[in-house]
């Protein structure tokens, strides 16, 4: 089985400030890996996701995140941070056997707060 | 519009009184999946399903069964709610197929049991 790790369950920056949330993975294996976000009282949605291409992914609202397989990290960052980009930040990994994607399993969530 | 529906979105029940919780997803997707989120533990995932009439425990099983008789559905039925299953509930689904991976969510069942 995976395991996902979010290291830090908050997070602070203030607006304008780099945002940094740390993800680490647990697979030997390349394995697809994705970010979500959560807004409060709303569902996740997808943030941007690895899939064995570009190590460097660029996702929407200026996030982008770097593969790194010898530190088996997935960490996301944005340059300046907006007062809208406070949410709940998810990190997640898929197994994979040969063609065929299996659970997802999630990390346990950053909660990003942004002050003005 | 492709989406994952969940029904109902609000529940308050008591102890013991059987409660089945629908999502039905529009895209044809063979995964699906329910997690419970409480503050504090992120998403647990609870059951997930690889395709109709196949389906596996996630982390957090006790107390809840599902089923997949039909690609579209995938309902969460808890036989005997108790306090401990008050939590924020969602339904997802994807493809198999290794093309995009994304997981897409409905809105979330927030369900209270007394």
């Known amino acids: 089985a995976q395991s996902v790790t979010q290291l830090g369950s908050h997070v602070s920056v203030s607006e304008g400030a780099l945002v940094l949330l740390r993800c680490n993975y647990s697979s030997s294996v390349p394995p697809y890996l994705f970010w979500y976000v959560q807004y409060p009282n709303q569902g996740l949605q997808l943030l941007l996701k690895?899939?064995?291409?570009?190590?460097l992914v660029k996702g929407i609202n200026g996030f982008e995140a770097e593969f790194k397989k010898s530190e088996t990290s997935f960490h996301l960052t944005k340059p300046s941070a907006h007062m809208s980009d406070a949410a709940e930040y998810f990190c997640a990994v898929s197994d994979k056997k040969g063609s065929t994607l299996g659970r997802l399993y999630f990390g346990r969530g950053t909660q990003l707060t942004v002050w003005p | 519009e492709a989406q994952v529906t969940q029904n109902p979105r609000y529940l308050i029940t008591v102890t013991g009184k059987k409660l089945t919780v629908t999502c039905s997803q529009n895209?044809?997707?063979?995964?699906m999946s329910w997690y419970r989120q409480d503050p504090g533990l992120g998403l647990r995932q609870i059951y997930y399903?690889?395709?109709?009439?196949?389906?596996d425990k996630g982390d957090v099983p006790e107390g809840y069964k599902v089923s997949r008789k039909e690609k579209r559905n995938f309902p969460l039925i808890l036989e005997s709610p108790s306090p401990n299953q008050t939590s924020l509930y969602f339904c997802?689904?994807?493809?198999?197929?290794?093309?995009?991976?994304?997981?897409?969510f409905g809105e979330g069942s927030r369900l209270t049991v007394l």
């Open positions: 895209m044809n997707h063979e995964y």
């Open positions: 690895y899939t064995s291409a570009a190590t």
């Open positions: 997802a689904s994807r493809t198999t197929g290794v093309g995009t991976g994304e997981l897409f």
């Open positions: 399903s690889m395709n109709v009439e196949v389906t």
